[in-house]
C-alpha cells in the first residue's frame, strides 16, 4: 500500500489474535557485548525470507577495545548490517573494502560461496566508541542459490524516507508503502527502521505475505498490550495491523515479504534448501584450499580465520 496512516486511525482493528508468534531472542555476552538472537527460533524460523535477526549491543568500548569477526563463509542467503551507533569496517572475498555508519547498508549476497570479515576500524579504536545495530541473513530463492557472490553498499540518503507527524522511517530493503529500496533483491521482502514518537500509530504494510516486528527501543502497544524493547512479534498474513507507541516512543524494524517455497536448512553461516550442498560448503572450509578451492579469503584479512570445530563439526543442519 501506499503510505496513508489515516487508513488506520484507531489501531482497535489489531487484535491479540492477529498475533501469530511472540519471540523473546536469546541473549549472548560476548565479553562485555551482548548478542540478542530472534530468528531462527523454536518458536519460528523464517519471517518472509529473513532467516537470521541478531541485535548487536547497545554496548560501550574503553580505547584499543572493539569488534573482531574474522573471516567467514557463506553460502546461500544475502547479510545485510545495519548500525544505529558505531562502524564496521567490512571485507569480502570479492575484493570488497567498505566502512559502514549508521543508516547506511552493506548488502553482501553469498550465492554460491563468499568469505568475509567485519571489524572495529583502526582509527575508531584509538578512542571510546558505542556499537548498537541489527545484522539479518536473508535466504535466497532455490533459483538463486547458486548465483555468483555481490556486494552493494548504499548510504543513508539513498533510501527512501516515510515521513508524518511523529514518524520517521528509511526504507532499508524491498517495497513498502508506495516506495522502493535501491538494495537489489532476488524475492519479495520490505524492511523498515521506524522511530515513533509517544503515542504515534504506525500500520504495518498489508501488500506482503510475512510480516513481524523487531521493539529495538522503547515500546509498543497492539490491542492495549505493551511489549518492551527485544521483542519479536510475527502477525497472521492478511490482518490489518496498526502499531502503537509507548510512552516514551519506539524505535522498531518491521520486515517480512513473501515466504519461500522450498524447506530452508541452517548450518552454521550456510543456508540452503540443500543438505549436500551444506555438506559440500563444509568440506570445502575445511581443506583451506584458498587458491583453488570456492572459498578464499578477503585480500588484507589474511592472516586467520575462523575455523569449524570438532564439536560444531558433529551438529547436523536445522530444517
Known amino acids: 500500500m501506499s503510505w496513508n ?57 574503553i580505547t584499543e577495545g572493539g569488534i573482531d569477526v574474522r573471516p567467514h563463509p557463506h553460502i546461500g542467503l544475502g547479510t545485510v548490517t545495519y548500525l544505529y551507533q558505531g562502524e564496521f569496517e567490512h571485507r569480502d572475498s570479492l575484493g570488497t573494502h567498505q566502512m559502514i555508519y549508521p543508516g547506511e547498508v552493506n548488502w553482501m549476497v553469498a550465492g554460491r560461496g563468499v568469505t568475509h570479515s567485519e571489524r572495529t576500524s583502526e582509527e575508531t579504536r584509538q578512542t571510546k566508541h558505542h556499537l548498537f545495530g541489527i545484522q539479518t541473513w536473508i535466504a535466497l530463492p532455490e533459483d538463486r542459490e547458486d548465483m555468483a557472490p555481490d556486494f552493494e553498499h548504499h548510504g543513508k540518503e539513498a533510501l527512501p524516507m516515510i515521513s508524518d507527524t511523529g514518524i520517521d522511517a528509511h526504507l532499508i530493503l524491498g517495497s513498502a508503502y508506495g516506495k522502493t ?17 509517544a503515542g504515534t500509530q504506525f500500520p504495518l504494510p498489508d501488500n506482503h505475505e510475512d510480516r513481524g516486528v523487531y521493539v529495538t527501543e522503547g515500546s509498543v502497544e497492539i490491542a492495549g498490550q505493551s511489549f518492551d524493547a527485544g521483542r519479536m512479534m510475527v502477525f497472521s498474513p492478511g490482518d490489518a495491523i496498526t502499531l502503537k507507541a509507548g510512552p516514551t516512543g519506539a524505535r522498531i524494524m518491521a520486515l517480512g515479504g513473501a515466504t519461500l517455497n522450498e524447506k530452508r536448512y541452517i548450518w552454521w553461516n550456510f543456508v540452503s534448501s540443500s543438505e549436500e550442498k551444506i555438506e559440500a560448503a563444509k568440506q570445502a572450509w575445511k581443506q583451506e584450499d584458498w587458491a583453488n578451492g570456492p572459498f578464499s579469503l578477503p585480500p588484507g584479512d589474511t592472516d586467520e580465520f575462523i575455523p569449524i570445530t570438532p564439536e560444531l563439526d558433529r551438529t547436523k543442519p536445522r530444517g
Open 5 to 61: 496512516p489515516t487508513q488506520h486511525d484507531a489501531g482497535s482493528e489489531t487484535g491479540l489474535d492477529s498475533l501469530e508468534t511472540l519471540v523473546i531472542p536469546r541473549a549472548r555476552d560476548l565479553g562485555g557485548f551482548e548478542v540478542r538472537r530472534a530468528l531462527p527460533a523454536p518458536e519460528r524460523q523464517m519471517v518472509g525470507p529473513f532467516i537470521f535477526f541478531d541485535q548487536m549491543g547497545p554496548a560501550e568500548f
Open 181 to 197: 529500496s535501491p538494495v537489489t533483491m532476488q524475492s519479495e521482502t520490505f524492511y523498515v527502521d521506524v522511530q515513533l514518537q
